[in-house]
């Protein structure tokens, strides 16, 4: 009877139905969205480890883009399909948990030898439980920094990031004026892009809630929208004006890449300081500018759960065990920042990534205290459905963006 209900749930994700293959397998199937070799290279020893102490058993690494991959889990969940494990969005979290399709890790997590459930941040741990049950363990609690191409600062006579930062003259007025002197000082490139270059897409929430949370708004609490709030429709406002009035923001159907050098600014998490040796420029990390509600760092969490469709989860909640040991989070804390307390607070974690200087780190380290994650929901893939168009029309030059914000709520609210 568990199974019956676990499939129609993974189908009410969906609206479809499907059968489920009976077909064991020996191998840990595990998703992720990273495709980066030192991600992968890093993930695929800790698979090893666990095999060394587990004769027989292999942790295949499957990779689907972040763009694509709760449409194509869920796919895989409705036709019967799904991997044992994989990682989890945090505004995703809820609705997967609601549906049913998760497995409960309390009692493995506890009753690991060693394991310290309790050396794990209370808050980190907040939306991957419900109630006393945790349905996942939080790998990465990475806040959102700003990257910059310190070259192109240089060669423009612009302070960079950092230092602005350091100064106290860091906030959006001053982001918008670097980002439109970068722009005019670099023919063909744009000053600033939005998170991997996806903030009209599946990056929305990414792009607007810097913003928003420093201009003192939100996007929605306690079932009502926030969005046409005065605070929201100013911060999104200096955007839309960013991108249409100074043309200092990669635009829609423009594509740029901070990476390559095309763009002086983005948002990321450290987790792609692994893309900058191939890079060619000096670069550096700051925080995220205030506003006029001051500082309001912004984190990306993700976490590690098991699907209830596995065919092994006995195995796969010991795998998150092993993964989410105090020894093997130090080991990925060079890309993605923990939630266990021992190992933010170590000196190791301020120089964990080579690339990173311990004083950008430690940037890196007070966001994380200080931050908030994401909104979440148990309908965010209706609350995201709904909303898309909506924000579709909000990213064309002759858009009113007070009327575009009102027509998100009124897409939004019945589903909140």
């Known amino acids: 009877m568990t199974m019956i209900r676990t499939k129609l749930t993974a189908a009410a994700l969906l609206g479809a139905s499907f059968l489920v293959s009976p077909a064991m397998a020996q191998e840990l199937r595990f998703t992720v969205w990273t495709g980066n070799d030192a991600h992968l290279n890093m993930l695929n020893s800790i698979g090893k480890s666990f095999q060394e102490s587990n004769p027989g058993v292999t942790v295949k690494f499957e990779t689907i883009p972040a763009g694509d991959y709760i449409q194509k889990l869920t796919f895989q969940l409705a036709g019967g399909t799904p991997p044992d494990l994989g990682w989890m969005f945090e505004n995703s979290m809820p609705a997967f948990v609601e549906a049913g399709v998760l497995e409960e890790l309390t009692d493995v997590l506890e009753n690991t030898d060693g394991y310290d459930l309790a050396d794990f941040s209370a808050p980190a741990m907040e939306l991957w439980k419900q109630g006393d049950a945790i349905y996942g363990v939080p790998f990465s609690t990475s806040p959102f920094m700003v990257f910059y191409n310190k070259d192109m600062f240089d060669a423009a006579g612009v302070e960079d990031p950092l230092t602005l930062a350091n100064k106290g003259e860091w906030d959006m007025d001053k982001f918008r004026e670097v980002s439109a002197a ?235």
């Open 182 to 416: 970068l722009t005019q000082a670099n023919d063909g490139k744009w000053g600033f892009e939005f998170k991997d270059g996806q903030g009209y897409d599946s990056r929305i929430m990414h792009a607007i809630m810097p913003p928003i949370r420093v201009y003192g708004g939100n996007a929605f609490d306690a079932g009502e929208c926030g969005f046409d709030n005065p605070e929201a429709v100013a911060a999104v406002t200096q955007l839309h004006e960013m991108v249409f009035k100074d043309r200092s923001i990669v635009p829609p159907g423009e594509q740029g890449d901070f990476f390559s050098g095309s763009s002086a600014m983005t948002i990321n998490q450290i987790s792609r300081a692994s893309k900058m040796p191939d890079a060619g420029f000096n670069w550096g990390i700051a925080p995220l500018p205030t506003g006029p509600a001051g500082a309001s760092p912004v984190i990306g969490q993700a976490g590690l759960v098991v699907f209830s469709q596995s065919k092994n989860p006995q195995l796969a909640k010991e795998f998150i065990a092993h993964m989410t040991n105090a020894e093997n989070v130090a080991v990925m804390a060079q890309f993605f920042p923990p939630a266990r307390v021992s190992v933010l607070d170590s000196e190791a974690f301020i120089n964990a990534n080579a690339l990173i200087p311990s004083e950008q780190m430690a940037n890196v380290k007070a966001a994380i205290s200080e931050g908030r994650v994401l909104p979440s929901h148990v309908r965010t893939p209706q609350i995201e459905a709904a909303m898309k168009p909506r924000f579709d029309a909000l990213w064309k030059e002759d858009a009113n963006v007070e009327d575009a914000l009102k027509a998100v709520c009124a897409a939004i609210q019945s589903q909140l």
